[in-house]
């Protein structure tokens, strides 16, 4: 059964960091590419950060320089580090997978609350 939990999220200040983890199941973690997603009110979700089963990271132009996504395939887990936030950067963050077919899981977890706001 695929499942995706994700924890960290909180209110910060711009300008603060927070750390966002994902525990996966479900999936053969070691061969995924994981993904980060955001959610705001009335938008798609959308992707913030990647990384390979090899440890290649991707992220969006948003992202870059101030998130770093790693992974710890032995704990089947992915966190997102953030930094220098941004009240732009202010959603609900979820965690997936690339499937076998190369897209995402339609299985999400409850995500985790960012706000960033002075």
């Known amino acids: 059964q695929v499942q995706f939990a994700e924890s960290g999220g909180g209110v910060v200040q711009p300008g603060g960091s927070l750390r966002l983890s994902c525990t996966a199941s479900?999936?053969?973690?070691?061969?995924?590419?994981m993904l980060w997603y955001r959610q705001v009110p009335g938008k798609q979700r959308e992707l913030v950060a990647s990384i390979s089963s090899g440890g290649v990271t991707d992220y969006a132009d948003s992202a870059k320089g101030r998130f770093t996504i790693s992974r710890d395939n032995n704990r089947e887990m992915v966190y997102l580090q953030m930094n220098s936030l941004k009240p732009e950067d202010t959603g609900v963050y979820y965690c997936?997978?690339?499937?076998?077919?190369?897209?995402?899981?339609?299985?999400w977890g409850q995500g985790s609350q960012v706000t960033v706001s002075s």
């Open positions: 479900g999936i053969f973690f070691s061969i995924r590419t």
């Open positions: 997936n997978a690339q499937n076998a077919l190369g897209g995402v899981h339609d299985v």
